[in-house]
């Protein structure tokens, strides 16, 4: 069965240096989407691609976060400077189209020290 | 007001037992309906997907949705420890992007 994958699994970083996160998405999916998960809260929707665009962000996507499509297959979040705040759980999901279901991927655990 | 409200829990069942899991949502302008089930430090895992009143079913698992009152659930019927996750309702607020808002999650605990 087609899955989302993620790497890597887990990342630990200084704080102000920059991270990528990687994300292979659902190979016929056309939408993909980055989610957070701080420790004990909610999911939160940080930003939806389509056709090497951004279709959607949130407050918590400021400048500091940057998506690409790199090519065919990968999908990645980069974290320009990071801050302890940024400590979390990164989700990569994609769907077939805007209102169809999103599948998760397994998630990087971020620690920034 | 874009909200998802869901009883933290946690909720402890007897294996065999139904399991009743449910979220309110704030407005009408909400769509579609997922329910997820996330393991402890894993990623959400799709169980349904839920776009009109009424019920849909898939094997245990029975997903309600009363757009009337703005409530989801979620039924699990013959519960087994292996259900023991905490379970995510989300939703689809219209006219966004694929941005899905979810409730805070309840943990199921499956007592053999």
């Known amino acids: 069965e087609p899955e989302v994958t993620q790497t890597p699994s887990h990342q630990v970083t200084q704080m102000g240096q920059e991270v990528i996160l990687r994300c292979v998405p659902i190979s016929n999916h056309l939408y993909f989407y980055w989610y957070r998960q701080i420790l004990g809260q909610k999911v939160e929707f940080l930003v939806s691609f389509y056709n090497n665009e951004i279709s959607e962000k949130s407050e918590i996507f400021d400048d500091q976060f940057s998506v690409e499509r790199p090519d065919g297959s990968n999908f990645t979040l980069k974290i320009r400077s990071t801050k302890l705040e940024d400590s979390a759980m990164y989700f990569c999901a994609s769907s077939l189209s805007i209102s169809y279901e999103q599948y998760f991927g397994p998630g990087t655990r971020l620690t920034v020290t | 007001q874009k909200e998802v409200e869901q009883d933290p829990g946690p909720l402890s069942v007897p294996e065999g037992a139904i399991v009743s899991l449910n979220c309110t949502y704030s407005n009408s302008a909400f769509q579609y309906f997922m329910w997820y089930r996330q393991y402890s430090r894993k990623g959400p895992e799709l169980l349904m997907y839920?776009?009109?009143?009424g019920n849909k079913e898939d094997g245990r698992f029975t997903a309600q949705v009363d757009k009337s009152s703005k409530y989801i659930s979620l039924f699990i019927r013959d519960s087994q420890p292996s259900d023991s996750a905490t379970y995510l309702c989300?939703?689809?607020?219209?006219?966004?992007?694929?941005?899905?808002?979810f409730g805070k999650g309840t943990k199921l605990s499956v007592k053999p």
């Open positions: 839920t776009y009109s009143s």
């Open positions: 989300a939703s689809n607020y219209g006219g966004s992007q694929g941005n899905l808002i």
